[in-house]
T-cell receptor
Framework: GNSVTQMEGPVTLSEEAFLTINCTYTATGYPSLFWYVQYPGEGLQLLLKATKADDKGSNKGFEATYRKETTSFHLEKGSVQVSDSAVYFCALRGGGGADGLTFGKGTHLIIQP | DGGITQSPKYLFRKEGQNVTLSCEQNLNHDAMYWYRQDPGQGLRLIYYSQIVNDFQKGDIAEGYSVSREKKESFPLTVTSAQKNPTAFYLC???????????????FGPGTRLTVT
């Protein structure tokens, strides 16, 4: 079956530091990959996505590249802000049907001023 | 504005009672989903529906039931058979025509259910 593994948190960084959150996946076929962000007490918001190998998703300074050879979709940002503090989820959706997303367990990011 | 609404935001029930969580969307999406979120566990799929009057079990359907009588609505009932019902419940929706796997899911704000 499908699975997503992402780095354990919490990850604590200082403002303006470089961010990497690792995500690797196991899936059959050619899944689409997503990063979602969740602020305290709220639902999930889509941050970015990539639908085929070598695609780069980007949004609000965050980037992630779909690497089929390493089955990875690492999230990066060059300079984080306090407002980036949240929980980040890597997810995949398999090809073929309208079934649900498979999520990683989430990484809690804390940015200190 | 289009979106997904879930009500109420907080819900408290006594053990042994069934409780129904509401989910409504005005995005004109065919597919709707229910997930459960527990601390440190990520999200797990409970049920999903691709079309009115049809739904499928997800990974953790035991103790839950759903209905899909209207395209806009997908209520979830947490029954007394669910052993650990206290959790944060999230509803989502998605398109289903075309390149389905590339479509993201849109999430509601969630309902936090506490059963004592």
């Amino acid at each position: 079956g499908n699975s997503v593994t992402q780095m354990e948190g919490p990850v604590t960084l200082s403002e303006e530091a470089f961010l990497t959150i690792n995500c690797t996946y196991t899936a059959t076929g050619y899944p689409s990959l997503f990063w979602y962000v969740q602020y305290p007490g709220e639902g999930l918001q889509l941050l970015l996505k990539a639908t085929k190998a070598d695609d780069k998703g980007s949004n609000k300074g965050f980037e992630a590249t779909y690497r089929k050879e390493t089955t990875s979709f690492h999230l990066e940002k060059g300079s984080v802000q306090v407002s980036d503090s949240a929980v980040y989820f890597c997810a995949l959706r398999g090809g073929g049907g309208a079934d649900g997303l498979t999520f990683g367990k989430g990484t809690h990011l804390i940015i200190q001023p | 504005d289009g979106g997904i609404t879930q009500s109420p935001k907080y819900l408290f029930r006594k053990e042994g009672q069934n409780v129904t969580l509401s989910c409504e969307q005005n995005l004109n999406h065919d597919a709707m989903y229910w997930y459960r979120q527990d601390p440190g566990q990520g999200l797990r799929l409970i049920y999903y529906s691709q079309i009115v009057n049809d739904f499928q079990k997800g990974d953790i359907a035991e103790g839950y039931s759903v209905s899909r009588e209207k395209k806009e609505s997908f209520p979830l009932t947490v029954t007394s058979a669910q052993k650990n019902p206290t959790a944060f419940y999230l509803c989502a929706s998605s398109r289903v025509t075309g390149a389905v796997s590339s479509y993201e899911q849109y999430f509601g704000p969630g309902t936090r259910l506490t059963v004592t």
